[in-house]
């Protein structure tokens, strides 16, 4: 991939859309110091939440809202498609990025990732780049401070101007929707947490279920992680031998993990509410399935769990 790639498709997709949504236009502001902000929370609904997934994944994939697939499920679905699943999710998508700068604190995802490359990830992937402007996506309900920017710009290398950080609380309709949106991500980061040749993943496409918009970040929380491991279905087209499919395969759905079965709600209590007590294998979609491109042959892993998802949502 060729220097800059990822963050300028970012920067010119985030361009063409300043130029067409007027929610958009509205959202902007410029920091003390400078660097482009984009409060996604305020307005746009479901329109911000595609926004920041498309960013998310440097427009390098389909990004779509439409009605579930399975009538056990009757919520609208969030669904991504891709031919470059690596770049788009894992070197840019993931929220690999933990921003602590003073108060503030943020899961930091987007191409900017890439121009840092400070992820153990990316001595795997790859994609590391030197940029002349970034993008990022962060996870918060605080705006993002003159402090925020000279972190990243220390961290990147590039001026605080050049930097355009668009932000949403979990408990939003776009923050909502963006994590949804991380169906075909979660598959991926899972395999690479098994040591899956993540070169061998030709294309990827899923869908999962929108959460209803919670009163809280932690009930948001919750309902969003929900919607990936108990409603999100990922199809990934792949090469290679069946054998190690079959074997990793197993191991990739969320219901490999011991935890699997409650709600994220009731898992998070039982640890205490420490994030990363919980089985880190637990974070993958509830049904996987793998087709080989060299051999013909479909392997299907997991399942959703459809009460869980409305207990969820509803209860």
């Not at 007027?22 to 996604?40: H, M, Q, T, Y």
């Not at 294309?203 to 999962?208: D, Q, R, Y």
């Not at 089985?279 to 491109?293: H, I, K, M, Q």
């Amino acid at each position: 991939m060729s220097d800059a790639q990822l963050n300028e498709r970012a920067w010119s997709f985030v361009e063409s859309q300043l130029a067409c949504n007027e929610w958009l236009k509205e959202s902007c502001s410029i920091a003390a110091g400078g660097g482009r902000i984009l409060d996604c929370g305020i307005t746009g609904g479901y329109a911000a939440g595609l926004f920041l997934a498309r960013l998310t994944l440097c427009d390098l994939a389909e990004v779509s809202i439409g009605p579930g697939e399975d009538p056990e499920l009757p919520f609208d679905q969030v669904f991504v498609k891709t031919s470059q699943p690596v770049a788009a999710c894992m070197a840019s998508q993931y929220a690999g990025w933990q921003l602590s700068v003073g108060d503030f604190f943020a899961m930091g995802s987007g191409p900017m990732r890439a121009a840092y490359g400070g992820e153990e990830l990316f001595k795997d992937i790859g994609h590391v780049e030197k940029a002349a402007r970034i993008v990022g996506a962060l996870e918060t309900r605080q705006q993002p401070t003159e402090e925020v920017f000279g972190f990243i710009s220390s961290k990147t290398g590039v001026e605080p101007s050049n930097i355009t950080l668009a932000f949403a609380p979990s408990a939003s309709d776009a923050g909502g929707v963006q994590v949804v949106a991380r169906s075909v991500e979660t598959a991926l980061h899972k395999l690479h947490e098994l040591g899956f040749d993540l070169a061998r993943i030709l294309a990827g496409k899923g869908g999962a279920p929108i959460p209803p918009t919670a009163d809280d970040d932690l009930a948001a929380i919750g309902r969003t992680n929900d919607a990936v491991l108990y409603g999100a279905r990922v199809e990934l087209e792949v090469t290679g031998d069946d054998e190690s499919i079959a074997e990793l395969g197993a191991k990739t759905p969320s219901c490999a993990s011991g935890d699997h079965g409650a709600l994220f709600s009731e898992i998070f209590e039982r640890y205490d509410r420490d994030f990363y007590r919980i089985d880190p294998g637990l974070f993958s979609p509830a049904e996987v399935t793998f087709r080989n491109a060299d051999t013909g042959n479909e392997f299907t892993f997991g399942s959703i769990e459809p009460e869980l998802v409305r207990r969820s949502f509803l209860g």
